[in-house]
Protein backbone atom coordinates (compact mmCIF):
# COMPACT_ATOMS: atom_id res chain seq x y z
CA UNK A 1 0.00 0.00 0.00
CA UNK A 2 1.32 3.14 -0.90
CA UNK A 3 1.45 5.82 1.88
CA UNK A 4 1.90 9.08 -0.13
CA UNK A 5 -0.29 11.81 1.48
CA UNK A 6 -1.00 13.89 -1.28
CA UNK A 7 -2.28 10.82 -3.33
CA UNK A 8 -3.75 8.43 -0.44
CA UNK A 9 -8.19 8.19 -0.72
CA UNK A 10 -9.40 8.58 2.54
CA UNK A 11 -10.05 5.14 2.72
CA UNK A 12 -6.39 3.52 2.06
CA UNK A 13 -4.77 6.34 4.52
CA UNK A 14 -7.07 4.57 6.87
CA UNK A 15 -6.29 1.34 5.75
CA UNK A 16 -2.40 2.46 6.67
CA UNK A 17 -2.38 3.25 9.74
CA UNK A 18 -4.43 0.16 11.03
CA UNK A 19 -1.79 -1.89 9.32
CA UNK A 20 1.09 0.04 10.93
CA UNK A 21 -0.35 -0.53 13.93
CA UNK A 22 -1.09 -4.53 13.18
CA UNK A 23 2.34 -4.69 11.62
CA UNK A 24 4.15 -3.42 14.92
CA UNK A 25 1.86 -5.57 16.90
CA UNK A 26 3.32 -8.67 14.85
CA UNK A 27 6.73 -7.25 15.12
CA UNK A 28 6.08 -7.00 19.08
CA UNK A 29 4.31 -10.35 19.74
CA UNK A 30 7.22 -12.62 18.16
CA UNK A 31 10.12 -10.40 20.03
CA UNK A 32 8.01 -11.41 23.56
CA UNK A 33 6.97 -14.73 22.82
CA UNK A 34 10.87 -15.32 21.88
CA UNK A 35 11.90 -13.38 25.66
CA UNK A 36 9.33 -15.71 27.25
CA UNK A 37 9.93 -18.59 26.07
CA UNK A 38 14.16 -18.76 25.54
CA UNK A 39 15.11 -15.98 27.77
CA UNK A 40 16.45 -16.70 31.34
CA UNK A 41 14.40 -14.73 34.04
CA UNK A 42 17.24 -12.43 34.51
CA UNK A 43 17.01 -11.88 30.59
CA UNK A 44 14.06 -9.74 31.19
CA UNK A 45 14.93 -7.92 33.78
CA UNK A 46 17.15 -5.86 31.84
CA UNK A 47 16.16 -2.96 30.25
CA UNK A 48 15.71 -4.12 27.41
CA UNK A 49 13.91 -7.02 28.71
CA UNK A 50 11.82 -4.61 29.99
CA UNK A 51 11.09 -2.91 27.04
CA UNK A 52 10.13 -5.43 25.04
CA UNK A 53 7.85 -6.64 28.02
CA UNK A 54 5.80 -3.80 27.63
CA UNK A 55 5.80 -3.74 23.83
CA UNK A 56 4.49 -7.16 24.21
CA UNK A 57 2.05 -6.17 25.81
CA UNK A 58 -0.64 -3.08 25.45
CA UNK A 59 0.49 -1.90 21.44
CA UNK A 60 -0.01 -6.39 20.71
CA UNK A 61 -2.23 -8.39 21.76
CA UNK A 62 -4.96 -5.43 22.23
CA UNK A 63 -4.42 -3.70 18.94
CA UNK A 64 -5.17 -6.98 17.46
CA UNK A 65 -8.17 -7.61 18.61
CA UNK A 66 -9.19 -4.12 18.64
CA UNK A 67 -8.56 -3.96 15.12
CA UNK A 68 -10.62 -7.15 13.95
CA UNK A 69 -13.43 -5.24 15.49
CA UNK A 70 -13.02 -2.39 13.02
CA UNK A 71 -12.48 -5.09 10.21
CA UNK A 72 -15.80 -6.88 11.28
CA UNK A 73 -17.47 -3.80 10.48
CA UNK A 74 -15.38 -2.95 7.43
CA UNK A 75 -16.37 -6.85 5.84
CA UNK A 76 -19.51 -5.15 3.71
CA UNK A 77 -22.44 -7.32 3.60
CA UNK A 78 -20.90 -10.26 4.95
CA UNK A 79 -23.00 -13.32 5.63
CA UNK A 80 -23.85 -14.23 9.01
CA UNK A 81 -23.36 -18.31 8.07
CA UNK A 82 -19.82 -17.39 6.84
CA UNK A 83 -18.91 -15.14 9.56
CA UNK A 84 -19.59 -18.10 12.00
CA UNK A 85 -18.22 -19.90 9.65
CA UNK A 86 -15.09 -17.94 9.70
CA UNK A 87 -15.21 -17.63 13.94
CA UNK A 88 -15.23 -21.76 14.11
CA UNK A 89 -12.45 -22.59 11.64
CA UNK A 90 -10.42 -19.53 14.34
CA UNK A 91 -11.79 -21.90 17.63
CA UNK A 92 -10.31 -24.97 16.07
CA UNK A 93 -7.18 -23.22 14.79
CA UNK A 94 -6.47 -22.65 17.85
CA UNK A 95 -6.70 -26.30 19.04
CA UNK A 96 -4.56 -27.41 16.08
CA UNK A 97 -2.11 -25.37 17.05
CA UNK A 98 -1.31 -26.25 20.78
CA UNK A 99 -1.31 -29.79 19.23
CA UNK A 100 1.47 -28.60 16.88
CA UNK A 101 3.11 -26.36 18.39
CA UNK A 102 3.50 -27.76 22.50
CA UNK A 103 1.40 -31.09 23.34
CA UNK A 104 3.26 -33.01 20.14
CA UNK A 105 6.73 -31.27 20.47
CA UNK A 106 6.25 -31.89 24.42
CA UNK A 107 5.10 -35.14 24.51
CA UNK A 108 8.43 -36.11 21.99
CA UNK A 109 10.25 -34.48 24.36
CA UNK A 110 9.31 -36.87 26.85
CA UNK A 111 9.55 -39.57 24.84
CA UNK A 112 13.12 -38.71 23.81
CA UNK A 113 14.46 -38.06 27.37
CA UNK A 114 15.36 -34.63 26.45
CA UNK A 115 13.12 -33.20 29.56
CA UNK A 116 11.52 -35.01 32.72
CA UNK A 117 8.06 -34.29 34.11
CA UNK A 118 9.82 -32.93 37.12
CA UNK A 119 11.67 -30.01 34.24
CA UNK A 120 8.25 -29.72 32.89
CA UNK A 121 6.86 -28.38 36.60
CA UNK A 122 3.52 -29.54 36.44
CA UNK A 123 2.69 -28.58 32.69
CA UNK A 124 1.69 -32.23 30.45
CA UNK A 125 1.08 -32.87 26.45
CA UNK A 126 -2.63 -32.50 27.50
CA UNK A 127 -2.38 -28.96 29.60
CA UNK A 128 -0.71 -27.76 26.69
CA UNK A 129 -3.19 -28.55 23.84
CA UNK A 130 -6.12 -27.57 26.32
CA UNK A 131 -4.50 -23.84 26.33
CA UNK A 132 -7.07 -20.67 25.79
CA UNK A 133 -4.69 -18.56 23.53
CA UNK A 134 -5.92 -16.16 21.38
CA UNK A 135 -7.25 -17.77 18.45
CA UNK A 136 -9.79 -19.72 20.85
CA UNK A 137 -10.96 -16.34 21.84
CA UNK A 138 -10.97 -14.90 18.42
CA UNK A 139 -13.54 -17.61 17.34
CA UNK A 140 -15.72 -16.68 20.53
CA UNK A 141 -15.40 -12.98 19.92
CA UNK A 142 -15.80 -13.25 16.36
CA UNK A 143 -19.24 -15.02 16.57
CA UNK A 144 -20.60 -12.74 19.10
CA UNK A 145 -19.58 -9.56 17.34
CA UNK A 146 -21.04 -10.92 13.76
CA UNK A 147 -24.27 -11.90 15.71
CA UNK A 148 -24.65 -8.43 17.12
CA UNK A 149 -23.57 -6.59 13.95
CA UNK A 150 -26.26 -8.59 12.00
CA UNK A 151 -29.11 -8.26 14.56
CA UNK A 152 -28.08 -5.74 16.81
CA UNK A 153 -26.02 -2.64 14.09
CA UNK A 154 -26.14 0.20 16.05
CA UNK A 155 -22.56 1.66 17.65
CA UNK A 156 -23.85 2.78 20.69
CA UNK A 157 -25.27 -0.76 21.51
CA UNK A 158 -22.07 -2.40 20.83
CA UNK A 159 -20.65 0.10 23.47
CA UNK A 160 -22.75 -0.60 26.35
CA UNK A 161 -22.05 -4.21 25.54
CA UNK A 162 -18.09 -3.50 25.77
CA UNK A 163 -18.71 -1.41 29.17
CA UNK A 164 -20.95 -4.47 30.74
CA UNK A 165 -18.41 -7.29 29.98
CA UNK A 166 -15.73 -4.76 31.69
CA UNK A 167 -17.87 -4.18 34.37
CA UNK A 168 -19.16 -7.76 34.87
CA UNK A 169 -16.10 -9.62 34.38
CA UNK A 170 -14.79 -9.71 38.26
CA UNK A 171 -17.82 -11.07 39.26
CA UNK A 172 -17.56 -13.88 36.89
CA UNK A 173 -14.01 -14.42 36.93
CA UNK A 174 -12.74 -18.00 38.50
CA UNK A 175 -16.57 -19.54 38.91
CA UNK A 176 -16.45 -23.31 38.13
CA UNK A 177 -18.33 -26.11 39.15
CA UNK A 178 -17.98 -29.84 40.20
CA UNK A 179 -17.44 -31.24 36.52
CA UNK A 180 -13.95 -30.82 35.22
CA UNK A 181 -15.12 -30.89 31.65
CA UNK A 182 -17.49 -28.03 32.17
CA UNK A 183 -14.71 -26.65 34.11
CA UNK A 184 -13.01 -26.93 30.65
CA UNK A 185 -15.65 -24.92 28.94
CA UNK A 186 -15.99 -22.05 31.49
CA UNK A 187 -12.06 -21.57 31.38
CA UNK A 188 -12.69 -20.33 28.32
CA UNK A 189 -14.70 -17.60 29.51
CA UNK A 190 -13.56 -16.33 32.46
CA UNK A 191 -10.50 -18.61 33.64
CA UNK A 192 -6.86 -17.55 34.53
CA UNK A 193 -3.22 -17.87 33.21
CA UNK A 194 -2.90 -21.08 36.31
CA UNK A 195 -5.74 -22.89 34.38
CA UNK A 196 -4.02 -22.12 31.08
CA UNK A 197 -6.80 -19.44 30.01
CA UNK A 198 -4.50 -16.71 28.57
CA UNK A 199 -7.30 -14.55 26.77
CA UNK A 200 -10.25 -15.45 29.11
CA UNK A 201 -13.65 -13.81 27.04
CA UNK A 202 -14.65 -11.81 30.17
CA UNK A 203 -12.89 -9.30 29.92
CA UNK A 204 -11.33 -9.27 25.99
CA UNK A 205 -14.66 -9.57 24.40
CA UNK A 206 -14.65 -5.49 24.92
CA UNK A 207 -11.98 -4.57 22.48
CA UNK A 208 -13.19 -6.15 19.38
CA UNK A 209 -17.17 -4.65 20.87
CA UNK A 210 -15.37 -1.35 20.80
CA UNK A 211 -13.17 -1.74 18.05
CA UNK A 212 -16.63 -2.31 16.20
CA UNK A 213 -17.69 0.76 17.41
CA UNK A 214 -14.52 2.86 16.28
CA UNK A 215 -14.43 1.11 12.95
CA UNK A 216 -17.96 2.15 12.38
CA UNK A 217 -17.51 5.81 13.61
CA UNK A 218 -14.00 6.06 11.73
CA UNK A 219 -16.00 4.92 8.19
CA UNK A 220 -18.49 7.74 9.11
CA UNK A 221 -16.21 10.49 9.48
CA UNK A 222 -15.60 12.59 6.05
CA UNK A 223 -11.86 13.84 7.89
CA UNK A 224 -9.80 11.18 9.29
CA UNK A 225 -7.36 13.91 10.21
CA UNK A 226 -9.68 14.88 12.91
CA UNK A 227 -11.45 11.86 13.69
CA UNK A 228 -7.70 10.95 14.73
CA UNK A 229 -7.12 13.88 16.95
CA UNK A 230 -10.60 13.09 18.45
CA UNK A 231 -9.19 9.51 19.06
CA UNK A 232 -6.17 10.87 20.48
CA UNK A 233 -7.71 13.10 23.28
CA UNK A 234 -10.56 10.13 24.23
CA UNK A 235 -7.78 7.87 24.93
CA UNK A 236 -6.00 10.27 26.95
CA UNK A 237 -8.91 10.82 28.94
CA UNK A 238 -9.64 6.49 29.35
CA UNK A 239 -5.60 6.30 30.40
CA UNK A 240 -6.20 9.49 32.83
CA UNK A 241 -9.97 7.78 34.45
CA UNK A 242 -7.93 4.35 34.44
CA UNK A 243 -4.88 5.17 35.78
CA UNK A 244 -7.01 7.51 38.75
CA UNK A 245 -8.93 3.89 39.47
CA UNK A 246 -5.95 1.76 39.79
CA UNK A 247 -4.83 4.38 42.56
CA UNK A 248 -8.28 3.78 44.42
CA UNK A 249 -8.16 -0.34 43.95
CA UNK A 250 -5.11 -1.69 42.21
CA UNK A 251 -6.49 -5.21 43.16
CA UNK A 252 -9.95 -5.14 41.78
CA UNK A 253 -8.73 -2.56 38.96
CA UNK A 254 -5.49 -3.89 37.94
CA UNK A 255 -5.39 -8.06 39.06
CA UNK A 256 -3.06 -9.02 35.94
CA UNK A 257 -2.46 -7.77 32.17
CA UNK A 258 -3.99 -11.28 30.94
CA UNK A 259 -6.98 -10.88 33.06
CA UNK A 260 -7.45 -6.74 33.98
CA UNK A 261 -10.09 -5.07 36.11
CA UNK A 262 -12.55 -1.97 34.84
CA UNK A 263 -9.50 0.47 35.81
CA UNK A 264 -6.93 -1.77 33.71
CA UNK A 265 -9.18 -2.12 30.77
CA UNK A 266 -10.24 1.38 30.45
CA UNK A 267 -6.32 1.93 30.61
CA UNK A 268 -5.49 -0.26 28.09
CA UNK A 269 -8.76 1.06 25.99
CA UNK A 270 -7.14 4.62 26.17
CA UNK A 271 -3.67 3.08 25.30
CA UNK A 272 -5.12 1.47 22.05
CA UNK A 273 -6.85 4.72 20.73
CA UNK A 274 -3.35 6.53 22.23
CA UNK A 275 -1.42 4.21 20.06
CA UNK A 276 -3.88 4.16 16.79
CA UNK A 277 -3.49 8.05 16.58
CA UNK A 278 0.90 7.48 16.43
CA UNK A 279 0.35 5.18 14.02
CA UNK A 280 -1.64 7.63 12.07
CA UNK A 281 0.56 10.09 12.45
CA UNK A 282 3.57 7.94 11.40
CA UNK A 283 2.10 7.04 8.30
CA UNK A 284 1.38 10.15 7.13
CA UNK A 285 4.44 11.54 8.25
CA UNK A 286 7.20 8.81 7.45
CA UNK A 287 5.67 8.10 3.95
CA UNK A 288 6.35 5.00 1.72
CA UNK A 289 9.97 3.64 3.24
CA UNK A 290 11.22 0.00 2.71
CA UNK A 291 10.76 -1.35 6.35
CA UNK A 292 7.23 -0.34 6.09
CA UNK A 293 6.33 -2.44 3.15
CA UNK A 294 7.38 -5.35 5.49
CA UNK A 295 5.33 -4.08 8.15
CA UNK A 296 2.19 -4.29 6.12
CA UNK A 297 2.91 -7.58 4.79
CA UNK A 298 2.83 -8.79 7.98
CA UNK A 299 -0.59 -6.96 8.86
CA UNK A 300 -2.34 -7.92 5.74
CA UNK A 301 -1.24 -11.99 6.78
CA UNK A 302 -1.24 -11.75 10.46
CA UNK A 303 -3.09 -15.18 10.82
CA UNK A 304 0.03 -16.93 9.15
CA UNK A 305 3.08 -15.47 10.15
CA UNK A 306 1.23 -16.00 14.06
CA UNK A 307 0.30 -19.48 13.45
CA UNK A 308 4.22 -20.10 11.63
CA UNK A 309 5.82 -18.39 14.54
CA UNK A 310 4.29 -20.37 17.15
CA UNK A 311 5.54 -23.38 15.04
CA UNK A 312 9.54 -21.97 14.72
CA UNK A 313 8.79 -21.40 19.02
CA UNK A 314 7.37 -24.06 19.76
CA UNK A 315 10.02 -26.87 18.03
CA UNK A 316 12.50 -24.69 18.48
CA UNK A 317 12.24 -25.91 22.48
CA UNK A 318 13.17 -28.91 21.45
CA UNK A 319 16.94 -27.17 20.20
CA UNK A 320 17.90 -24.43 22.56
CA UNK A 321 15.55 -25.33 25.93
CA UNK A 322 13.01 -23.40 27.97
CA UNK A 323 14.37 -20.54 29.09
CA UNK A 324 18.52 -21.07 28.88
CA UNK A 325 19.15 -18.41 26.93
CA UNK A 326 21.41 -15.53 28.09
CA UNK A 327 21.11 -11.84 27.35
CA UNK A 328 23.33 -12.10 23.61
CA UNK A 329 22.06 -15.52 22.69
CA UNK A 330 17.83 -14.40 23.09
CA UNK A 331 18.64 -11.07 20.74
CA UNK A 332 20.14 -13.72 18.50
CA UNK A 333 17.21 -15.63 18.50
CA UNK A 334 14.59 -12.61 18.12
CA UNK A 335 15.94 -12.14 14.87
CA UNK A 336 15.76 -15.60 13.99
CA UNK A 337 12.61 -16.15 14.95
CA UNK A 338 11.78 -13.48 12.82
CA UNK A 339 13.59 -14.41 9.61
CA UNK A 340 12.20 -17.95 9.55
CA UNK A 341 8.58 -16.82 10.91
CA UNK A 342 8.81 -14.43 7.74
CA UNK A 343 10.19 -16.99 5.20
CA UNK A 344 7.61 -19.41 6.05
CA UNK A 345 5.30 -17.62 5.70
CA UNK A 346 6.28 -16.30 2.41
CA UNK A 347 6.68 -20.02 1.49
CA UNK A 348 3.31 -20.85 2.74
CA UNK A 349 1.52 -18.13 0.56
CA UNK A 350 3.66 -19.08 -2.96
CA UNK A 351 2.65 -22.77 -1.59
CA UNK A 352 -1.26 -21.79 -1.54
CA UNK A 353 -1.41 -19.80 -4.35
CA UNK A 354 0.43 -22.56 -6.63
CA UNK A 355 -2.63 -24.72 -7.60
CA UNK A 356 -4.90 -21.54 -8.33
CA UNK A 357 -2.55 -20.58 -10.67
CA UNK A 358 -2.38 -24.10 -11.90
CA UNK A 359 -5.81 -24.18 -12.72
CA UNK A 360 -5.59 -20.81 -14.34
CA UNK A 361 -2.71 -22.29 -16.77
CA UNK A 362 -4.37 -25.43 -17.68
CA UNK A 363 -7.44 -24.11 -19.64
CA UNK A 364 -5.00 -21.55 -21.30
CA UNK A 365 -2.67 -24.66 -22.90
CA UNK A 366 -5.50 -26.48 -23.49
CA UNK A 367 -6.85 -23.18 -25.82
CA UNK A 368 -3.28 -22.98 -27.21
CA UNK A 369 -2.97 -26.52 -28.03
CA UNK A 370 -6.48 -26.80 -29.85
CA UNK A 371 -5.37 -23.88 -31.80
CA UNK A 372 -2.50 -25.64 -32.97
Excluded at 203 to 232: E, K, V, Y
Amino acid sequence: MNFERTSLPTQAARMASLDLARGLAVLFMILIHVLDFYGRPEVRDTPLGRVVQFLGSPPAAPIFVFIMGIFIVWSGRQSLASGLARAAWLFALGYLLNLARGALPMWLSLQMGLVTDEQLGGYTPLSELLIVDILQFAGLALAICVVLKHYLADPRCWMAAGVLVICASPALWDISSDWPVLNEGLQLLWGNKEQGAMFPLFPWLAFPLFGMAFGHWLRQSDNHHRFFRRTLWAGLLCMAAGTALLLVDRDLHYGYYLRSGPGGMLWLTGFVMAWLWLCHWLAEKVGSRPGLGLLLFWSRNVTSIYVLQWLVIGWGLMLVGSRQLDFTDTLVAMVVVLLLSDSATRAWLRLRRRPRHARVMKPAADASAEQN
